[in-house]
């Protein structure tokens, strides 16, 4: 049975949503024109697709931690319902990202996804 990752698609709606998801969660920081560049875009999305990765991960793993009904534990940590955090969840455990952050868990909710 294979671990390894699907290939996705480059640009997609995940990408738009990990964007959203950065903006959302962080402070509003003044960028200088210095630090602003032609890369400056590409980097932002994969530095937020990286953070929320980590972020759901996490959570994923010490879920428990927060007490209480997972389904709440979601609402209150990212604003999502239980359905749209299992989507995303489900998306994210095919990027290399998600296997390098935490492989143990990517590839346990992998082959849990296989099995049903």
Do not use: C, N
């Not at 929320?52 to 428990?64: H, K, S, Y």
């Not at 604003?79 to 143990?104: I, K, N």
């Amino acid at each position: 049975m294979p671990i390894e990752p699907r290939p996705r698609p480059a640009g997609s709606a995940d990408e738009a949503a990990a964007l959203a998801f950065a903006a959302a969660d962080s402070l509003a920081t003044v960028t200088t024109p210095a630090a602003s560049g032609a890369d400056t875009p590409a980097l932002d999305l994969a530095a937020a697709r990286e953070e929320r990765i980590r972020r759901v991960l996490d959570f994923e793993a010490g879920w428990t931690s927060h007490g209480g009904a997972k389904a709440r534990a979601i609402r209150a940590e990212f604003g999502w319902t239980t359905t749209r955090y299992y989507q995303v969840l489900d998306g994210l455990l095919e990027t290399p990202e998600a296997l390098r952050h935490d492989p143990m868990l990517v590839r346990r909710l992998l082959r849990l996804r296989e099995g049903r």
